[in-house]
């Protein structure tokens, strides 16, 4: 039998409920001696299976009738490690992603649930699409998108504090974060300006007059940026992985926060004034 009669049949049993949600599929070997085929045949019905959503492989286990739970976990597990990659510098910015039946095929995923994460990332500002829709060729995108450059240095350095690079009571300026990490200094200072608001760094002037920042604790929070927060929330996001953070609201946000630290700054200075007043 060719493999897409076996996936026809497998599929059609499926849908009877001869194997249902949850159950393992039979062995390589079984499927083969069932339906006197080659392992390439069947192992090609099982990869078109899985492609479709049918079924799903669990490594060292088998592969098992998809359940609604298993494209949650598997649309967790494909967003969540693109981030990381990203964030770690494996896929390095500007870099073009595999496609998307190569990561299907890598992640044991569905596609569609390759393509959701995609959508999510890209929404999140990770990844762009070339041209105005969706396609075929998918980037990470890169230092001069500012949006990007803020998250990713937001990301790495939260990393390096939490994996103790940067040690509390280490002090660190823009032009430092931008030789060491990369991006522009307005990218840079928004993402140190983020690290202040969560209470992972706190503004020091220095003697020469600049400004730099000082850990003062790695403990909060997540690893990524809270746009990418909805890849932990399964429910959230594979319901519904177009409702992410909107990009706009991003920049709403990014300039909000930039205008309230000025102005506690001001309001800090008219308290230095007015205590070396007191002590005159």
């Known amino acids: 039998m060719t493999f897409e009669r076996i996936a026809d049949d497998l599929r059609q049993q499926i849908r009877d409920g001869e194997l249902r949600p949850g159950q393992l599929l039979p062995t390589q070997s079984q499927l083969m001696q069932t339906y006197k085929a080659s392992s390439l045949t069947v192992q090609k019905a099982i990869r078109l299976l899985r492609n479709e959503g049918w079924v799903i492989a669990r490594q060292g286990r088998g592969t098992f009738v998809t359940r609604s739970a298993d494209f949650e976990d598997a649309f967790e597990k494909v967003a969540g490690d693109l981030t990381q990659q990203i964030y770690s510098g494996t896929l390095a910015p500007g870099a073009r992603l595999p496609a998307r039946e190569v990561l299907a095929e890598h992640y044991a995923v569905p596609l569609n649930v390759v393509t959701n994460a995609i959508a999510l990332l890209a929404g999140n500002f990770l990844l762009r699409y070339p041209g105005e829709l969706p396609g075929d060729e998918v980037y990470v995108r890169d230092w001069d998108d500012h949006g990007f450059a803020t998250q990713l240095i937001h990301g790495r350095l939260v990393r390096k504090i939490r994996d103790g690079s940067l040690a509390r009571g280490a002090t660190v300026t823009v032009d430092e974060v931008v ?102």
């Open 179 to 280: 030789d060491t990490i990369g991006g522009d200094p307005e990218s840079a200072d928004q993402a140190l300006t983020f690290l202040a608001l969560e209470g992972r760094m706190k503004k020091a002037h220095q003697r020469n007059g600049s400004m730099a920042y000082v850990v003062v604790g790695g403990e909060f929070g997540t690893e990524v940026p809270v746009t990418v927060q909805p890849v932990a929330e399964p429910d959230e996001a594979s319901a519904a992985p177009q409702k992410a953070f909107p990009a706009a609201g991003v920049a709403d946000l990014a300039y909000k926060l930039e205008r309230a630290l000025e102005r506690i700054e001001e309001l800090e200075e008219r308290v230095e004034r007015l205590e070396g007043r007191d002590a005159d």
